[in-house]
């Protein structure tokens, strides 16, 4: 159908429960459409002309696993209301001294395995 102008809205907290402001929301399927910035409520709101179907949103921000959501948009709707968010703090990478090292070459993903 015809793109329509939506309004997307929703909310985006740290895994302590605290908003993730600052964190980015971007809608990969139309990229010259502006990231919405969260604010310090947690709320983001992005405008965006698009035909009906699902789309996907990316959600980052520094220090966190990046997220993704699907929604929606039907026929004739003007604003969708996207899950709440979650982000999972990225765990440091510090490696365990009692861990064997394995050798780098081993980690190839696509080597089967002999």
């Not at 990316?58 to 699907?70: H, L, Q, V, Y």
């Amino acid at each position: 159908g015809p793109s329509q102008l939506i309004t997307i809205i929703g909310a985006v907290l740290e895994d302590s429960g605290n908003s993730a402001s600052g964190a980015r929301v971007t809608l990969p399927a139309r990229p010259a459409v502006k990231p919405a910035i969260v604010d310090r409520d947690g709320l983001y709101q992005i405008s965006a002309e698009v035909p009906p179907g699902d789309y996907l949103l990316d959600i980052s921000k520094e220090g966190f696993t990046p997220a993704r959501r699907m929604f929606t948009v039907a026929p004739g709707m003007f604003s969708v209301e996207v899950e709440e968010v979650i982000l999972p703090r990225c765990t440091p990478r510090r490696t365990p001294v009692s861990t064997p090292r394995v050798p780098a070459a081993g980690l190839a993903r696509n080597e089967p395995l002999r």
